[in-house]
């Protein structure tokens, strides 16, 4: 059976897919859209399973984008041309089929120039990519790398602030450094609580005495761990000094962070309800603090005078 042969139109692209004025020759550049339809003697076709057939060297003359609709005697498309030809593309052997039936396409003749002219590229050197965008890398690929640059560029920002809070520290220990040690000083400061505020005339009779007693026992002890494990812990919860510790020294946490936390909880959880707080608690809890002082001075010294001896080893042999 002879092939059906249908006449084609080419039009300029309007919007929304719609045909324009008739397409003249050599107007169209390379990836330009036109409109193609084409009409002839009716045939039943299978519209989703309608395919352009062309031989394999002009297989990118030719490319059909999006199919507007078919129907038994006529078909429209958006279509492209991806190859330059000023002379004008011929085809001679074009067909639409849907693998049982076949139809010629007839008409169909246009010219392709290249977006590269003598006016915008004297030297016809092919144009530079616009952007690393252009590679045609995946986008979980491109989701990666950001997450990774975010991901260490939050490194970077944590140890600049991380730098930063240290000088401050350091600055404010220097400008509050009493004549004593850290330890000594504690114990001054405990001495000192305890005369003062643990009267059972004024603590029993004024409420607010046990809220004063436990922020000024709150302070002295942060001030004391400030000092001997060097870092601040004046503003951190209990969780937080313990993991800062851990960090820094997982030696002397293993050897202190059972009592440290004991009674860095048990203030906190005090200072929530100090309304219930009586002197015998708040005497309990100046012996904590003072016990747990004593465990930590004596491992922060024993580790201190372990590393002189060691040095000094070292240096003889």
Known sequence: MAD?????QLNHLEEADQPGIALAQEVLTVGEKFYLSCEGPEVQVDAASLNLELPKEQQYDLKLLKNLGVDSHKASFVATSYTVNDKGHQFQNIFLSDGKVRIALDGISFAVKSVITAENNPKHEPYPPAGPFNISYPFWFWACFVLLFLFFSSLGVEKIIDRIRRKKFFKL???????ISA??????????????????????????SAHKFLND??????????????????????????????????????????????????IERCQKKHTQLK???????????????????????????????????????
Request: with cysteine; proline share 2%; net charge positive.
């Open 173 to 179: 220990l220097d400008s509050h450094r009493p004549a």
């Open 279 to 317: 002197i015998d608690d708040a005497v309990q809890l100046i012996e904590m603090v003072r016990l747990a002082a004593d465990e930590i001075n004596k491992t922060v010294h024993t580790k201190a005078e372990n590393k002189v001896s060691r040095n000094k080893l070292e240096a003889e042999v």
């Open 183 to 208: 330890y000594h000083q504690l114990t001054k400061e405990l001495r000192q609580l305890g005369r003062d505020s643990l009267r059972p005339q004024n603590f029993n009779a004024n409420p607010e």
């Open 217 to 266: 026992l709150n302070s002295s002890f942060r001030w004391y761990l400030s000092r001997s494990l060097e870092f601040s812990c004046f503003e951190s919860r209990a969780g937080q000094i313990l993991s800062k510790l851990k960090q820094k020294d997982a030696e002397l946490y293993q050897k202190i962070h059972h009592s440290l936390a004991r009674v860095l909880i048990e």
């Open 4 to 8: 059906i042969h249908w006449q084609c």
